[in-house]
């Protein structure tokens, strides 16, 4: 896979959030680094509903900061655009993860349109900034979201 390719895989999680006033410019659109707390919603609720809640992790001692992260924009959100964020966990190794994403919105028709894709790679620290390996329930968490995508594409 190319460094900048971004593809939802299974499983995907989806969480909604509607666009506040607050998260627009002047132009009256989403302002562009809005869509990285975007990303934060869809990994967090992700991580809560799949794995471990943030705080969870944060209590065994480790931090997942942001150490890469991409967008591509193809469309804009406004102000009260229902968002639908789509977020995938695509890889893991002993220090860090990746996550991808595609943000949309329906249409007039009903229709998705994609407005951003993106992905984002943490790394695990611990409260020194020091890497370190995920906490072993951690690990075990995210490897079974990992092959529950594996076993949906042999499946599939």
């Keep these: 896979m190319s460094k900048l390719?971004?593809?939802?895989e299974e499983p995907v999680f989806t969480a909604t959030y509607?666009?506040?006033?607050?998260?627009?410019?002047?132009?009256g659109v989403v302002y562009n680094a809005n869509y990285l707390r975007y990303f934060e919603i869809?990994?967090?609720e992700m991580m809560r509903?799949?794995?471990?809640?943030?705080?969870?992790?944060?209590e065994l001692g480790c931090v997942l900061p942001v150490t890469?992260?991409?967008?591509r924009f193809k469309a804009p959100a406004a102000y009260?655009?229902?968002l639908t964020i789509a977020t995938s966990l695509v890889e893991a190794s002993k220090v860090s993860c990746r996550f991808h994403y595609a943000i949309s919105r329906l249409d007039a028709a009903e229709r998705p349109t994609l407005l951003v894709r993106g992905f984002t790679v943490h790394a695990c620290v611990n409260?020194?900034?020091k890497l370190t390996p995920f906490p072993a329930i951690v690990r075990e968490k995210i490897e079974a979201i990992l092959e529950k995508g594996a076993a949906s594409q042999r499946n599939g």
């Design 127 to 129: 409260r020194q900034g």
């Design 49 to 58: 509903a799949w794995a471990l809640p943030y705080r969870a992790i944060e």
């Design 18 to 27: 509607r666009v506040i006033y607050g998260d627009t410019d002047a132009a």
């Design 68 to 71: 890469e992260s991409y967008l």
């Design 42 to 44: 869809g990994r967090t």
């Design 5 to 8: 390719a971004v593809t939802l």
């Design 80 to 82: 009260d655009d229902l």
